[in-house]
């Protein structure tokens, strides 16, 4: 049995909150990689058209003995398919290439301000979920000013945001417009890609309190805060390190320690800026 808990979206479907992601996960690696996460108990994965390797994920799931309702099933519509038919056509490929016959969450990848289609994509979207080829709809890499012309031009809210959130970018802003619009927060690069995010010294003795690892605090901090997290690895020791952080909790000056660490640092592309 997994102690991860369950997040209920706004459309009443629940979420595991610990996820694995398969960003930059080779096609030749994810079949062995998506198994060896469900092997360890890991439910839910997060996948995307341009990752280039659906298709192995489907391979590991087809493989499993984990029935389909236990499972949740991410992808993310790609920015050439950005509007209201190839938004849809997308899916359907999609839903090929993992061997479903639906996802239970699929995401517009990023907003793409300057071709503006991300309206009528949004309600190709809309149709698929009516379709029932998904359980759920979100988007990723949305700002707020993109959210509310979401609100003002269509009629659903999306169910989830995933955005890059880590200690060293916090996304106040983002996390409290989801907030209070229902929207729950789904946080990519959790870990800030492992690299100097993780060797901060304020998560050194906080590690040690505990006898974990730093990315173990990093990860429990965002449990705690409440955002949805994937961590990526093709190392199965830290794939079950990722997923071994249940039975420990920060204190209140923990949490506020790692509060102190935002800087506002961005890994990846600027969400108004990014155009491919
Ligand atoms: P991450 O923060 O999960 O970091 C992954 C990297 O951290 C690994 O490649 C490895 O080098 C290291 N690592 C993993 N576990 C570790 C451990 N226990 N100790 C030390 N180092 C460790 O970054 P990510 O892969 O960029 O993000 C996670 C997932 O988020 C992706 O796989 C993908 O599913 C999703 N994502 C989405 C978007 C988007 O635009 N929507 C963008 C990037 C990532």
Redesign the pocket.
């Known amino acids: 049995m997994s102690d991860v808990p369950g997040i209920e979206l706004n459309n009443g479907t629940t979420i595991p909150q610990l996820g694995f992601?398969?960003?930059?996960i080779d096609p030749s690696d994810t079949a062995e990689s998506v198994t060896t996460a469900l092997d360890i108990g890991y439910r839910h994965i997060?996948?995307?058209q341009m990752y280039g390797n659906e298709a192995e994920v489907g391979e590991a799931i087809a493989k499993s003995s984990v029935p389909r309702d236990e499972l949740w099933i991410t992808t993310?519509c790609n920015n050439g398919n950005h509007g209201y038919d190839d938004s849809q056509r997308a899916l359907d490929e999609s839903l090929g290439k993992l061997g479903l016959d639906f996802v239970d969450l699929y995401?517009i990848?990023?907003p793409l301000p300057g071709k503006a289609l991300y309206v009528d994509t949004w309600k190709g979207f809309e149709q698929a979920y009516a379709d029932g080829k998904t359980r759920a709809i979100g988007v990723?890499?949305f700002q707020p000013h993109h959210l509310d012309r979401l609100k003002e031009e269509t009629s659903t809210t999306p169910a989830i945001n995933?955005v890059?959130l880590?200690p060293q970018l916090q996304q106040a802003a983002v996390l409290a417009y989801d907030d209070r619009h229902g929207i729950a927060t789904e946080a990519?690069?959790?870990?800030?890609?492992?690299k100097g995010l993780?060797d901060s010294p304020e998560l050194a003795p906080i590690a040690e309190a505990h006898g974990k690892?730093a990315?173990?605090v990093v990860l429990r901090w965002h449990i705690q805060i409440g955002t949805i997290i994937?961590?990526?690895?093709v190392?199965p020791e830290?794939v079950r390190?990722?997923f071994d952080i249940f039975d420990f909790e920060l204190t209140a000056d923990e949490m506020e320690t790692i509060k102190g660490m935002d800087r506002d640092r961005r890994l990846?592309p600027d969400p108004d800026k990014f155009e491919r």
Not at 188 to 194: E, K
């Open positions: 992601g398969v960003f930059q997060d996948t995307a993310k995401l990848h990023w990723s890499n995933q890059e880590h990519w690069s959790p870990i800030g890609q492992g993780l690892s990315a173990q994937f961590p990526k690895s190392t830290r390190e990722n990846g």
